[in-house]
């Protein structure tokens, strides 16, 4: 079951934050948060393991609810280069290790 | 190499080809995914290898999908008799970790298939 991202879309002014969510129907053993820009193949931004865990990465941020089943994404003070799209990625910790890359968050930050 | 390589970049097939889409992954890298996707989705998982060992497949659309990773290093998806469905990026990603994902994948750029 594919993971369901909130918003499908979101336009910021550059300096506003955002945040994306990511919901799984799954319990999760990890959850990866991914940037796509148009044309180009998506690039790591950071993966959470345990519940609860927050991490950052310089002005993006994330979080794991792991009984929720849930992630959120959270972008500080916007930047033009954060302009993309946002996919998270689940694992399950089953038998096998690949990821199911959520429904995809379009971020468009304009000057 | 520093990054993933995939060949070729564009490829455009008439209904009926076969097609051969090649993967260089991170050297060093145990795992290697191939992803499809298509304009506006996100990836969708086609297969798995662990080194040479292809240990999920279940993502393959049908039996015209095929692929290989015999040295454990470069991988080559097949995809026989081309279908107008088959259009869309095949992306592949290599890992370090070797079972859980406790690391993030490399993407390579994709190959853009085409099927006229």
């Known amino acids: 079951q594919q993971p369901v991202q909130s918003p499908q879309a979101v336009i910021l002014r550059e300096g506003e934050d955002a945040v994306i969510n990511c919901s799984s129907s799954?319990?999760?053993?990890?959850v990866h948060w991914y940037r796509q820009k148009h044309g180009e193949a998506p690039v790591f931004l950071m993966i959470?393991?345990?519940?609860?865990e927050q991490k950052g990465h310089e002005k993006i941020s994330a979080s794991f609810n792991e009984k929720k089943q849930q992630s959120s994404l959270y972008l500080t003070a916007s930047q033009l280069s954060y302009s993309g799209t946002y996919f998270c990625?689940?694992?399950?910790?089953?038998?096998?290790?690949?990821?199911?890359f959520g429904t995809g968050t379009l971020l468009a930050v304009q000057p | 190499g520093a990054g993933v390589s995939q060949s070729p970049r564009y490829k455009v097939a008439k209904r009926g080809q076969d097609v051969a889409l090649r993967c260089d992954p991170i050297s060093g890298h145990v795992s290697l995914f191939w992803y499809q996707q298509a304009l506006g989705q996100g990836p969708e998982f086609l297969t798995y290898?662990?080194?040479?060992?292809?240990?999920?497949k279940s993502g393959l659309p049908s039996d015209r999908f095929f692929a290989e990773r015999p040295e454990g290093s470069v991988s080559t998806l097949k995809i026989q008799r081309t279908q107008q469905e088959d259009s869309a990026v095949y992306l592949c990603?290599?890992?370090?970790?070797?079972?859980?994902?406790?690391?993030?994948?490399?993407f390579g750029s994709g190959t853009r298939l085409t099927v006229v």
């Open positions: 290898f662990q080194n040479e060992a292809q240990l999920d």
């Open positions: 990625g689940t694992e399950d910790g089953g038998a096998t290790n690949k990821l199911i």
């Open positions: 990603a290599s890992s370090y970790s070797g079972g859980l994902m406790n690391y993030g994948y490399t």
């Open positions: 959470l393991l345990k519940g609860g």
């Open positions: 799954k319990a999760l053993y990890s």
